[in-house]
């Protein structure tokens, strides 16, 4: 066992706190990028065995670290935070839920994340280097998000193979109970339903066919997590939670009156929806760059960034380029070149004076 | 192109009447079984792509074809099934709705069916000899069915590499309903809700990750065949739903009131459920047989079927060895070594009086 202190002159420094499935894949993802890489967990016999898996080159706390990844269970990333904050250097997380730690935390050096990305393995053992590669990653800066800590942060992530979404934290909380956490439920009370059902007709579990199998899947991932999760983002998700039943209830309306036009209109948007669901792989294709001179101050980033997430454009690459002749600076902002001339009328719209659009 | 009529003497003939996904991998799949295969559609461009496609030798009708297949839309089935017994042979369908199929028809020779098997490839292109490898194919059987046919329908199936689950029509309808079409409407329903909110922040399809892929899945489909299954299994469909409404108003109830113990015995139980999801894989290991006297008359064969769904144990293999001194026969079944001693009990426990367990 090597301890921080180990770490050779110029190799850069990270920490990891809570090295389960995402903190070990993080630290595997970041050796295998050069980094020294210091963990601690709450469980020692889990520490042991992240050393073992070479997720982490130490075990404890390593002062220097430039930046440390916060990957406990939610209701305990206040607090880790914090503790990490005190010793120096930017911290961000990794929670599935943002809007309540980000207010706990309160500070210009954190910037609140959450990769989109797991495994039907939970634990240690589970972890993977290669996790993050395509795997969207939003961050959750606010109007008190130092800029430099930011881009810093994106472009540790980025590194990582990661794409970035930036998004205000309570607007993160809203959209993952859309499309994660209320799911979660629904694929649990699914399978709950058939395991009643199970009961009494054994037989039913053997008509079990792909299609209930893939809508299951998350339902065997262990509960610990959506416990605080349903904790922590419960008003998003009763929101939620009585939209689906609201919209069950017309759905359920269409077969008990046999109104087969809008069955298949109601159907048919949600088949063309699924069939349209954005993937990486379309997103090849040339950039294109857009400079937009900027205060350099907090909160423009947020704003900015917010912007681009409510466009839908996503931020490919992103750089501060600071003026030498006072506080202003240079966004450069990298996108998808059928989205730049879009990205620049709205950025005029709010004030900005974006440059032309150019091919990178 | 080869009629009927070319089929050398001595090939096993078969018809299938209907020739999309099901239909047209039914033909592929007795293709290269050695059957000749004549298929009709009615779509004249569906059956030449067939044809071109080699799920069929021809098109047409077959008065010689020993069996059957009709894969049209459940609303057709009725009418087509009896227009192919009136030609004669045996008809078996793979409708994804049983007991209003069963009652239309009402023939002896008829033996409802429905294979647990699709791909997200709907149609003729999307067919393939090898889709119900491994896949269950649920048969209904009723009091009226001929003990002969249906052996008959159950050998050709088998050969297909299906495993079969009788049941009785209604029961099906009951349990599909649970596995299959209310599922399909729950993921239609959380596709569509995430539709209404990406119209306002488009960046919610950006978070959309495995679990939620997976689970909307199915709502990638064609809407059609969902139209006559919501139509033919209003009943059992409606019942779900209700079920479903309220599990998840119970869910919502957990969450709302933080009572988070209730919330993780309930995805504990459905975690423990998905993980148990019985798969063919694990059916590995002998067999056993059980032989059975019985009677040779219709209905005998549903009710040892019907009983052995009970206890959800599958018939791997069955017979009926006629007596050559009367109108008794044996019903020779292969199941699980670990379930024969379960199933000579229920049936002596029914009357019946069947041998020793002996391993095959």
């Not at 954190?110 to 993977?128: K, L, R, T």
């Not at 956490?181 to 199970?198: F, I, K, Q, Y």
């Not at 509960?223 to 939620?240: F, K, M, R």
């Amino acid at each position: 066992m090597t301890s921080p202190a180990d770490a050779p002159p110029g190799v850069r420094r990270a920490a990891v706190v809570g090295i389960g499935l995402i903190g070990g894949s993080i630290g595997l993802a970041l050796r295998s990028r050069g980094w020294h890489v210091t963990g601690s967990d709450i469980d020692p016999a889990r520490g042991e065995r992240a050393l073992e898996l070479g997720a982490v080159h130490a075990l404890g706390e390593d002062p220097d670290a430039e930046i440390t990844f916060v990957a406990t269970p939610v209701g305990a990333i206040p607090d880790a935070a914090k503790t990490a904050l005190a010793r120096g250097g930017i911290v961000t997380d990794v929670g599935g839920v943002k809007a309540p730690v980000v207010a706990a935390v309160d500070d210009p050096l954190f910037v609140g994340g959450h990769p989109m990305a797991g495994s039907e393995q939970d634990g240690i053992e589970g972890a993977d280097g290669g996790l993050f590669e395509g795997a969207t990653w939003v961050l959750t800066p606010t109007l008190d998000t130092d800029s430099e800590a930011y881009t810093h942060v994106r472009s540790v992530i980025r590194s990582l193979g990661a794409d970035i979404v930036a998004l205000p934290p309570d607007r993160h909380d809203a959209l993952v109970a859309v499309v994660s956490h209320v799911p979660h439920l629904a694929a649990a009370t699914l399978m709950g339903l058939a395991a009643d059902e199970a009961r009494e007709h054994p037989a039913v579990l053997r008509l079990v066919a792909g299609g209930f199998r893939d809508m299951t899947r998350i339902a065997a991932g262990q509960p610990g997590i959506w416990l605080d999760i349903c904790t922590q983002n419960s008003e998003a998700i009763l929101d939620v939670l009585d939209r689906l039943g609201a919209d069950l209830a017309a759905m359920r309306e269409r077969v008990a009156t046999g109104d087969l036009d809008a069955l298949r209109a109601s159907l048919e948007r949600s088949r063309h929806a699924r069939v349209n669901l954005p993937s990486r792989a379309e997103r090849a294709g040339g950039l294109a760059e857009v400079r937009v001179p900027v205060p350099d101050r907090p909160g423009v980033l947020a704003e900015v960034t917010t912007l681009l997430a409510e466009l839908d454009v996503n931020i490919e690459d992103l750089e501060i380029a600071h003026s030498t002749e006072g506080p202003r600076g240079v966004l450069v902002m990298v996108v998808a070149p059928d989205a730049c001339e879009q990205v620049r009328m709205a950025l005029s719209e709010r004030g900005f004076r974006p440059s032309a659009c150019r091919l990178v």
